[in-house]
């Protein structure tokens, strides 16, 4: 079962996504506020045994961001071979992964709409996955990594690029405009190696695909990404990491084909699902 958080008729909820509507769990589970609780808890299976014996509740909804309350979302830069020759710096990839930090307000849910703002018009597509922890801790082990996976999602990690290059040191402020990217559209339990291993992740506009690769080619593969972060930081239930993207964003084309109004942007990975989200102006 995939879990999704949702909003219907003004009021926020979390359940079962179906395909066909949403199975309405969180009326049942009053003190687990949203999915983030649940995690903590360690308590996906027990939403599935409920939901066996639930109908769909709402076929008109829109889709929040899975984890509505993340306490940080950190993602991986440069983490693909094409990725990083894109730079042309004649460096091969380093020892070290870059990071950097995004707020969960920079994100829409499936189906939402990203927004580019009258600051710039270089709003920029990646197409990455997502994954969630759930058990946490601090110098995790990479042999341990996968046992604090609680689930993986989808990101369209937007990027408004020539904000990315405001300042010598970090890319932060090109990567945090609210509603620049898009998550989701559902958590889907993490259950085995051999769905992060080698599976293929892709990121078409408007129908025309634009990146394509495959986990197994990561430079920093996601037992290693947790090592890393759990090294500097504490992880808890909840946290996400976005993985790092392929090669192919807009501004890799020469000219440059940045996103403007009416375009859709569309991410898939095997086993986890699509996520889709259309751009409008500010």
């Not at 027990?46 to 961001?65: G, P």
């Not at 999602?153 to 945090?176: I, M, P, S």
Request: with cysteine; proline share 7%.
């Amino acid at each position: 079962m995939n879990f999704a958080t949702y909003t219907a008729q003004g009021q926020q909820f979390y359940g079962v996504d179906t395909g066909a509507g949403m199975i309405a769990l969180s009326p049942f589970f009053p003190d687990w506020a949203t999915l983030r609780d649940v995690i903590a808890a360690d308590a996906l299976h027990q939403l599935a045994l409920k939901a066996q014996n639930l109908q769909v509740s709402h076929t008109d909804f829109t889709y929040d961001i899975p984890v509505p309350d993340p306490e940080k979302i950190i993602c991986v830069g440069v983490n693909f071979p094409d990725r990083n020759a894109e730079y042309k710096d004649g460096q091969e990839a380093p020892p070290n992964m870059s990071l950097f930090p995004r707020f969960a307000r920079s994100f829409t849910g499936h189906n939402g709409t990203v927004i580019r703002p009258p600051e710039t018009p270089q709003l920029d597509y990646e197409g990455e996955i997502a994954i969630v922890i759930g058990k946490g801790g601090r110098r995790i082990a990479e042999e341990d990594a996968y046992d604090h996976i609680a689930a993986l999602t989808l990101c369209n990690e937007g990027t408004l690029r020539d904000w990315v290059r405001h300042a010598k040191f970090n890319v932060t402020q090109g990567k945090n405009w609210d509603n620049s990217g898009a998550m989701g559209p559902h958590l889907v339990p993490f259950t085995s190696p051999a769905q992060l291993d080698d599976i293929e992740l892709s990121c078409r506009v408007n129908d025309e695909l634009r990146q394509q690769d495959r986990t197994s080619r990561m430079l920093f593969p996601i037992r290693r990404q947790i090592a890393y972060i759990s090294t500097f930081t504490t992880l808890v239930s909840g946290d996400i990491i976005v993985t790092g993207t392929p090669t192919g964003a807009g501004a890799r084309f020469d000219p440059p084909r940045f996103l403007t109004p009416g375009d859709t942007v569309t991410v898939a990975a095997d086993g986890i699902g699509t996520l889709s989200c259309t751009v409008a102006d500010e």
